[in-house]
């Protein structure tokens, strides 16, 4: 009887930790379809309305937010930093996995030594740097400081050493391949699953970043997150706009899970151990 009730109580748990987990989002969908009166409503309503259209246009018409704007830059900066830190990550990796170069522990260290440092300490001495360079409310200030990740490098550094094996390597060589064609054509296949789970890491992190664009950025140059901040005034806050904003941005996010899913779930389960 143990064993036949075991997987229902294990589907149970599942469907609701799943439902737990969707409702927000689910509720998220249906303010978006609604109007202001809902918002405070108790119990909350659970079927979506016909005014997301209308939200949608009034979204994109606010003036304040610049939405449009906001969904253009972050989607350049997130695209442009998650290739160039999964580029650099990969390539970094592989020379500290695979190659053999003095000083290779200690430049590791100091690499993994720069994610100790809380990101807020080093905003201020940033921004003097992008006032000194001229880059205040530029696109360039948010994407720059970015293009390289120190927890991408250790990542891809880990998954380097148990995916490429030594011999895959000195049989590229033999055939007289140089170290940047061994890294295109043999080890960053190899790395296609551990790159695909850092590149997701990485563009929602650039995707839902807020405080540096704040810092750096103004209102008439935004990104989506920036912009989302711009729909809350001081006297009133539109929550259904707002909503509605919170929805249009998180698509990206899910068209990006959706499109690289199988990769995402092979490299989060590459390792395991079979019992």
Excluded: H
């Amino acid at each position: 009887m143990a064993v036949r009730r075991s997987p229902v109580l294990v589907y149970c748990t599942l469907i609701a930790a799943i439902a737990f987990s969707a409702f927000p989002l689910y509720w998220l969908f249906v303010v978006a379809t609604r109007t202001n009166d809902v918002v405070g409503d108790w119990p909350p309503p659970l079927l979506p309305g016909d005014n997301l259209g209308d939200n949608i246009a009034r979204l994109f018409a606010a003036e304040q937010a610049n939405f449009l704007t906001g969904l253009i830059n972050s989607s350049i900066a997130s695209v442009v930093v998650t290739v160039s830190v999964v580029f650099f990550s990969s390539l970094a990796g592989f020379a500290f996995a695979k190659l053999k170069f003095r000083g290779r522990n200690a430049l590791l260290v100091i690499i993994l030594a720069t994610m100790m440092i809380p990101v807020q300490m080093g905003i201020i001495p940033l921004y003097m740097i992008m006032v000194e360079l001229g880059w205040q409310n530029e696109l360039q200030a948010v994407i720059v400081p970015f293009l390289v990740s120190a927890f991408g490098v250790f990542l891809m550094r880990q998954y380097a050493e148990r995916a490429v094996p030594d011999e895959l390597l000195e049989a590229a060589r033999v055939d007289g391949c140089n170290t940047f064609r061994i890294y295109w054509t043999v080890v960053l296949p190899a790395l296609r699953p551990g790159a695909a789970v850092l590149g997701l890491f990485t563009f929602m992190a650039t995707w839902n970043e807020f405080l540096w664009p704040l810092a750096v950025l103004e209102a008439d140059n935004p990104t989506v997150q920036f912009s989302l901040r711009q729909l809350s005034t001081t006297y009133y806050t539109d929550y259904t706009l707002m909503f509605t904003g919170a929805l249009v941005a998180t698509l990206p996010l899910l068209l990006v899970f959706i499109m690289f899913g199988k990769q995402i779930v092979g490299g989060i389960m590459e390792g395991a151990v079979k019992a």
